[in-house]
């Protein structure tokens, strides 16, 4: 049994440091307790819950250890982000009234003492503004410092000072160098130790050859600091349990994104929909062979899929469970395991189910039509996850421009995430349709489809357009509006116009792939220009989403006894 409201992880977190006050004399503004009510309430409390019935009593005791291995992780993470994180939570225990309560509360939300949602914003009286270096190199060093003596040194130190698990500290004093490269093993020797015992246990209870193997070559490395085996292992993973635990992301690094945070997530496979992805794989050549483009720009031979899974999280710790929630992450990040082994996509279907009841539900009460607002389905909403996910590999990628070989990437530059995502996206619901009308897929499906992507596309601009996929989606419901394929009510609901989205969405899939393929940047430029913006029919309903939840605050209540 696991719970959200003190994770023993921090108790580890507490035990692990000596009490010292960090709280100065604080003059800034901080948010009063309203308002800081206010800031955590755009915080849906969910229960995340995965069926584990099927698992063998072994694998379960094997689950459980996973978890308890998971809980070290958010340990390391709250010292990467800051030093004085540590200190600080010690501090905010002590404080039993509301407003400490609320400040304890989306402390361990925001994992520190900054709303990760308000640029940053500092909610603790006394804390410094939020360290863009985090605590990967040394708190008074500055980032100039660092570049110098990155310069400086031969390519062996450089790969070691840049790679992903090692810290920058400051020597010794007499040391002919300023700084150093320690490596996590030493730097967070205690918790790897205890994190390691824990994937070692967990690897003796399981039978899965493949997940043994991650779990002993993953627990090996925590105390090498070398990853790749594991990495590898991880890669090769075929088991009911599929656990991600180690440093992973670089985007705590402000930086450099040089540096690995520590996280983890424990889940369980789902067969239903990993079987109906292997459906959908099967049937890709054929939706390629039908693509509404110009039949020289279809690939009469596609490589493998990427791999995917989907799952159903347990547990997740550190830097997966911060802020807002990861749905679905692409790992791993090292270029030597992707170029040998590719990488792997890993999708949180219950995540995603209590993002789409927590957010998105609402969302669609405010942004559609009341007659509509009954189509939105969840059933719909994923499986245009799955389908955006595998069209990334449909459509042009690798092109000829006057002659010359070259990559849709490579020539759409800076355009290119936005048109990838609106790509994924559209095509996404044009190949569902087409496999509708196949009779590969329900006709109900195409009844909800268009509705739920509506109201998503709401969900995702109000993350803001400056971001790939949020502008992808303006695009898309602006291109929409212009073809009179979504309409603007009087009282300023949408809603889908049935006739005529089917047609919207052929022609703008023909549109983006054609300029994909011709590597048109002026055209990708042209449109991202004039489609993704906030217009005001769209403004005005993000201003009346106000009271309504921008993420979750999952609770993990899975029974492991
Ligand atoms: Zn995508």
């Not at 090292?334 to 995540?351: A, F, P, Q, T, W």
């Not at 609106?422 to 496999?435: E, H, I, R």
């Not at 897929?441 to 995702?460: E, G, K, V, W």
């Not at 790939?468 to 300023?492: K, T």
């Amino acid at each position: 049994m696991t719970s959200a409201s003190l994770p023993a992880s921090l108790l580890l977190a507490m035990a692990a440091v000596a009490a010292g006050s960090v709280l100065l004399q604080g003059q800034s503004s901080v948010p009063s307790e309203r308002e800081l009510d206010a800031m955590i309430a755009r915080f849906e409390p969910v229960d995340i819950r995965a069926d584990i019935s099927h698992l063998a009593a072994n694998e379960r005791r094997a689950l459980a250890k996973l978890v308890d291995a998971a809980r070290v992780m958010d340990a390391i993470f709250l010292r990467q982000v800051w030093a004085g994180n540590e200190t600080l939570l010690l501090e905010l225990l002590e404080d039993r009234s509301p407003l400490g309560e609320a400040r304890l509360r989306y402390f361990l939300i925001n994992k520190g003492p900054w709303s990760r949602l308000d640029h940053n914003r500092p909610f603790i009286p006394g804390v410094p503004e939020k360290p863009e270096q985090a605590n990967f190199y040394p708190p008074d060093a500055t980032k100039a410092e660092i570049e110098a003596w990155l310069k400086g040194l031969d390519e062996q130190e450089s790969a070691r000072a840049r790679g992903f698990f090692t810290a920058i500290r400051r020597t010794a004093p007499g040391s002919t160098q300023p700084f150093e490269a320690v490596p996590y093993s030493l730097v967070y020797q205690p918790e790897l130790t205890l994190a390691a015992t824990l994937l070692r246990e967990a690897a003796a209870e399981t039978s899965q050859p493949t997940l043994k193997r991650y779990l002993e070559t993953r627990a090996d490395a925590f105390l090498t600091n070398d990853y790749y085996e594991s990495d590898v292992a991880w890669m090769e993973l075929d088991a009911s349990i599929e656990p991600t635990i180690g440093p992973y992301e670089v985007y705590e690094d402000e930086w450099f994104n040089f540096k690995a945070a520590f996280e983890a997530f424990i889940t369980v496979r789902d067969d239903a929909e990993t079987a109906k992805l292997e459906r959908f794989g099967g049937l890709l050549q054929e939706i390629e062979n039908n693509l509404p483009i110009d039949p020289a720009f279809r690939n009469p031979a596609l490589g493998a899929m990427a791999p995917i899974r989907v799952v159903n999280v347990v547990f997740t710790a550190g830097d997966a469970n911060r802020g807002v929630q990861t749905a679905a992450f692409n790992l791993p990040n090292d270029e030597r395991v992707i170029r040998e082994k590719g990488s792997k996509r890993v999708m949180l279907k219950n995540v995603q189910e209590a993002k789409f009841n927590g957010v998105l539900v609402p969302i669609a009460q405010v942004a559609l039509a009341p007659a509509d607002r009954s189509k939105v389905s969840f059933d719909a909403f994923f499986t245009h996850i799955l389908m955006h996910e595998l069209m990334h590999g449909l459509g042009p990628h690798d092109i000829t421009v006057n002659g010359r070989k070259t990559t849709v990437r490579q020539e759409l530059r800076e355009t290119y995430s936005a048109m990838e995502e609106a790509k994924a996206d559209v095509s996404g619901l044009w190949a569902l349709q087409f496999l509708v009308d196949r009779g590969e897929l329900p006709a109900s499906l195409a009844a909800s489809m268009y509705d739920t992507f509506l109201a998503s596309a709401f969900r995702s601009i109000r993350f803001g357009v400056n971001e790939a996929h949020g502008r992808g989606v303006a695009m898309q419901l602006n291109y929409f509006l212009d073809q009179g394929a979504v309409r603007v009510a009087d009282d300023g609901t949408f809603a889908v116009v049935p006739d005529r989205i089917r047609e919207a969405v052929t022609s703008l899939t023909r549109e983006i792939m054609t300029l994909q393929a011709h590597g048109d940047y002026a055209r990708a430029r042209t449109m991202i220009e004039t489609l993704g913006v906030v217009r005001p029919e769209v403004q005005k309903v993000l201003d009346r989403l106000t009271g309504v939840p921008v993420d979750i605050a999952p609770r993990f209540t899975t029974p492991l006894d």
